[in-house]
Each structure stands twice: as C-alpha cells, then as structure tokens.
C-alpha cells in the first residue's frame, strides 16, 4: 500500500510557473511507476505525464515542452515543474501510482492503482 501527498497547488497568471511534488509514502518507491492527471470542472480526468520505475517519461500532447516530471527516489517524491502555464491547465492535479514493477500503459486512470487527494491549479488570464 503507497499513500500519495499532493502540495504546490494555488494560483498563478498565465505564463507563470508552478511546481507541484507528490510525497509517497512506504518503501520501493523506485519501482513504482507513477504519473500526474488532472481534471477539469466538467470534464473528465486526462493524463498529463508519468514516469515509469526505468526513468521512462511521456507527456500529454498539451504540456509537451512546458511540463517536465521528475522523481526524486531517496527522498520518496514525485514533482510536476509546471512552466508557461495557460488557463486551460486549470484544474485538480492528481498524482497516482501503478503496483512496484507495472509494465500497464500509463494513459489511462483505470491502470493506477493509488492516487493522492489532489491539489488545485487555477492560472489566471
């Protein structure tokens, strides 16, 4: 069993930078796969980025190039760098976590198995 903590949420103008981390907690966090989502009022949840337990990253298409995910496995946490933020990015980030060793697709929720209560993200134009 991981529990997950969110914290680095609030408000921010557009083009602004946020940096969200995820603290786990339990042993083997490195061979967790583990990832951010997000939802929108409305809407429903959508995949933002992961990284697998071998270093593997991916993106959504929206983020690519201003999003970077990066885990830090001494210190149990996963961190969202959140650069040249736009309205649209507004909305509840969660992260989550697949079972130690998971080789699941990493797009779609149903595939972790933990999650975090979330943290919310409101940029402003």
């Known amino acids: 069993q991981v529990q997950l903590v969110e914290s680095g949420g609030g408000l921010v103008q557009a083009g602004g930078s946020l940096r969200l981390a995820c603290a786990a907690s339990?042993?083997?966090?490195?061979?967790?796969?583990v990832g951010w989502f997000r939802q929108a009022p409305g809407k429903e949840r959508e995949f933002v980025a992961t990284?697998?337990?071998?270093?593997?990253?991916a993106y959504a298409d929206s983020v690519k190039g201003r999003f970077t995910i990066s885990r830090d496995n001494a210190k149990n946490t996963l961190y969202l760098q959140m650069n040249s933020l736009k309205p649209e990015d507004t909305a509840v980030y969660s992260c989550?976590?697949?079972?130690?060793?998971?080789?699941?697709?990493?797009?779609?929720?149903?595939?972790?198995?933990?999650w975090g209560q979330g943290t919310q993200v409101t940029v402003s134009s």
């Open positions: 989550a976590a697949q079972r130690p060793y998971s080789e699941r697709g990493y797009g779609d929720p149903s595939t972790f198995d933990y």
């Open positions: 339990g042993r083997s966090f490195s061979s967790y796969t």
């Open positions: 990284i697998r337990w071998s270093g593997y990253t």
